[in-house]
């Protein structure tokens, strides 16, 4: 015969309640009422999950380690020690400081994002940004939305819905997240027309799918893939041309519009960086509108920026759907912060965190690799290795790094970097030849100090 069931056993709520270890966090008054019930009712189900077993520790210890868990945020700051600059995991673009305290004073009270100080009356956030972006860029118009993805289908609802757009095979990408080119444009009320082959788009494919529904032709940026060997595809400035000769065809008008991606506005080619077109550049081409991303090379706050033709940026910024993708006002003076940094490109290589990262001398990062190894003071080696610039941006680069390798004898890698994770404030690294290595280029100079006490930890504990 078998005994009877252990997890009749388990403590009642109340029991548990009335445990001296647990009637002191209610006493002490540290969380709600609410959230000790539900760590005690968790603690019981974890135990009933385990056949019954009581915790190791004491009941009282293991409720007081589960309501730390459910009280801890789910969000918080990390320490990236990966080696890629623009990690989307992560949040991709550090702030610069100009931006984190453009945000601090927007959020400790009240601002004037749709307020018009001079006239004393409603105004519109759209307002916010446009003249800096128009002074930076040259645009003739500029509209900032919540991200790029919205400012994508928010040009394509407004200057394609019911119409047709053209975009090359090779074009139709995957931007992210799963979130795919021709489903941007299903959504958007616009009809795609696929042209030319995967590797292979020339001009005449674009001309000759022109109809009267043509509504816009197309350019998309492959910023997060490389296309090699039998390729061609057709500039920017062609797609423009394309368009602008749509109406002398018989095919009443489109307008053209180049998906940029990352949002480029310094040439990095001197610092061995090339590939991938400025926001300058695009415009130049001539192109209606162009849409990019505010979080990436640009450096700032996640945002969705619309640049191009007057006539084409009122149309997006008059379309129903801006409302339902507009910016907060977070995110709006974050981005003027760091876009005023802009008028200076010495300041803004130095100020904005993405640009110092991808610019810095590796002979830099060596002495801050330097300063990491000598605070860990053991089981290390400083070897040369690469960083990635992510973010979709200029896919296949490497940057030159120096790399802090680790050596635990009595730990895995994936059990020492678990460790690094599980510290607070987590470090993020990663495994290379079954070493856990830490990349200095995107730890900032004042971390080094914390990120060598959690390497100790994790290797003593």
Wanted: glycine share 10%; with cysteine.
């Amino acid at each position: 015969m078998t005994g009877p069931d252990p997890r009749r056993r388990l403590p009642a709520v109340e029991a548990l309640l009335a445990e001296p270890d647990v009637a002191a966090l209610l006493a002490a008054g540290a969380h709600p009422r609410a959230l000790v019930v539900r760590a005690v009712r968790e603690t019981i189900d974890a135990a009933r999950a385990d056949g019954g077993t009581a915790p190791p520790q004491s009941w009282g210890g293991a409720v007081l380690a589960r309501l730390q868990r459910l009280a801890a945020p789910s969000f918080g700051p990390v320490i990236n020690a990966a080696g890629v600059v623009l990690h989307t995991n992560l949040g991709r673009a550090p702030l610069a400081p100009a931006a984190i305290a453009a945000m601090a004073r927007a959020a400790a009270g009240y601002a004037n994002v749709e307020y018009d100080l001079e006239r004393g009356a409603r105004g519109s956030r759209h307002a916010i940004c446009r003249a800096l972006l128009k002074e930076l860029t040259g645009a003739e118009d500029a509209l900032v939305v919540n991200n790029a993805a919205g400012a994508l289908l928010l040009a394509l609802s407004a200057l394609a819905r019911d119409g047709e757009a053209i975009v090359s095979r090779g074009e139709l990408v995957e931007i992210g997240g799963a979130f795919r080119i021709p489903d941007i444009m299903a959504r958007s009320g616009a009809k795609l027309v696929e042209v030319g082959t995967t590797n292979r788009t020339h001009r005449k494919d674009y001309e000759a799918a022109l109809t009267p529904r043509t509504r816009v032709v197309m350019k998309v940026h492959r910023s997060n893939f490389q296309l090699t060997g039998f390729t061609a595809e057709v500039p920017a400035r062609e797609i423009s041309a394309v368009a602008r000769g749509a109406a002398g065809g018989g095919h009443g008008g489109a307008a053209s519009l180049f998906d940029l991606g990352s949002g480029l506005l310094l040439d990095l080619s001197p610092w061995g960086l090339s590939g991938e077109p400025t926001v300058g550049e695009a415009l130049t081409s001539g192109v209606d509108a162009v849409v990019f991303s505010g979080d990436k090379l640009l450096g700032g706050p996640q945002a969705g920026i619309l640049l191009g033709r007057t006539a084409a940026i009122d149309a997006c910024r008059t379309d129903p759907l801006a409302r339902a993708v507009r910016s907060d006002k977070f995110t709006l003076a974050a981005l003027e912060a760091t876009l005023a940094l802009y008028r200076d490109p010495e300041a803004a290589r130095r100020e904005i965190p993405v640009l110092r990262m991808l610019t810095e001398d590796v002979a830099d990062i060596r002495r801050r690799g330097e300063a990491l190894q000598r605070g860990i003071g053991q089981d290390t080696d400083l070897v040369v290795g690469e960083s990635e610039v992510g973010g979709g941006s200029f896919p296949g680069a490497k940057l030159k790094t120096w790399l802090v390798a680790l050596t635990a004898d009595k730990l895995t890698a994936d059990s020492v970097a678990g460790r690094l994770r599980g510290g607070s404030p987590p470090i993020i690294a990663r495994i290379a030849d079954d070493r856990v290595v830490l990349d200095p280029r995107t730890i900032f100079p004042e971390q080094i100090e914390l990120v060598a006490r959690a390497v100790r930890a994790a290797l003593d504990a």
